[in-house]
């Protein structure tokens, strides 16, 4: 059985050109930079688990401070909608 890391690993060479190598932060429009998809996107998302290794409560915390500007740099956009695209694809407690 193989972990979430090397499924991951798997995925990416498989999909070369779907995520672009390069540093996946955010825009103004909350859509990432390198590959324009929504941010956070998967490499975006893989890299801030990796980074915050084990603190999900100072993940959750900076991603609640992008969650209040992309509030104020969005504000056409419906709370909610912002809310899921920054917030729900954190893993939940075991």
């Known amino acids: 059985m193989i ?3 090397e499924r991951w690993y798997r ?3 498989r999909n070369p050109r779907r995520y672009p190598a390069g540093r996946h932060s955010p825009a103004t429009t ?3 930079r390198t590959c ?3 941010w956070p996107c998967a490499p975006a998302r893989l890299a801030l688990l990796v980074g ?3 603190d999900r409560v100072g993940l959750m915390m900076y991603l609640a401070a992008h969650l209040a500007r992309a509030l104020r740099a969005l504000p056409d956009t419906h709370p909610a909608l912002i ?3 920054l917030l729900y694809w954190v893993p939940r407690r075991r």
């Open 3 to 5: 972990g979430p890391q």
């Open 83 to 85: 809310a899921g695209q």
């Open 36 to 38: 324009r998809d929504p």
């Open 11 to 13: 995925h990416m060479r």
């Open 52 to 54: 915050f290794r084990g």
């Open 30 to 32: 909350y859509q990432c």
